[in-house]
């Protein structure tokens, strides 16, 4: 963050996409080992930068914070407890830290994806026996289409623009119509 406000004298947006490449599976086959280091690789990178950017943003007065999550984290789905637990974690924090930051000038915001399409990730995903099965049924939900990550970085776009900038706290689905949250 020092070497951002050094380059380019400040940070006015943040943008936090953290997790791995899990692919869903059910609580009771996922090993005990791999649920601290699940928790630890989606949350808390996402915590740890905004932490690292606020004191500058407070410096300057403004900014706009905007994480990456998921619908699993406001929607129960069998296969990502563990990874919803800890998207839900983002959900929550961004929203707390909208609540401190905005007498700063500084907005926070989260979005929760579904499906997207075109990525590595969704294509191992769709291959996994039981995780494809799953998400083949939520794709053909999108009665408006998978969303893409080129629609996703348009509304990260938008989201950090001056034309949202009465927009803080909130946790914006895009699923193409999978759910309505």
């Known amino acids: 963050m020092a070497t951002a406000k050094a380059d380019f004298g400040g940070i006015d947006v943040l943008v936090n996409a953290t997790g791995g490449d899990d692919v869903p599976k059910l609580l ?3 090993a005990l080992a791999d649920i601290a280091p699940m928790l630890h690789r989606c949350l808390l990178p996402q915590l740890l930068a905004c932490r690292a950017a606020l ?7 403004s900014g ?4 990456i999550a998921s619908d699993a984290a406001k929607l129960p789905t069998p296969g990502e407890t563990v990874i919803g637990a800890a998207l839900a974690g983002i959900v929550m924090f961004t929203r707390a830290l909208a609540l ?6 500084i907005r926070a915001n989260v979005r929760t994806p579904s ?3 075109g990525t590595d990730h969704y294509r191992r995903v769709m291959d996994d026996a039981f995780a494809g099965k799953m998400f083949a049924k939520a794709a053909a939900m ?4 998978v969303v893409g990550k080129e629609e996703l970085a348009g509304l990260v776009v938008f ?3 001056p034309a949202a900038a009465q927009i803080t706290g909130q946790a914006i689905s895009m699923t193409g119509g ?3 949250l």
């Open 142 to 145: 999108a009665s408006l289409g």
């Open 28 to 30: 009771q086959d996922t």
């Open 100 to 105: 401190e930051a905005k007498r700063n000038g």
């Open 178 to 180: 999978i759910s309505a």
């Open 115 to 117: 499906l997207t399409g």
């Open 159 to 161: 989201v950090a623009s």
């Open 64 to 67: 706009a914070i905007i994480n």
């Open 55 to 61: 004191p500058i943003m407070r410096e300057q007065g």
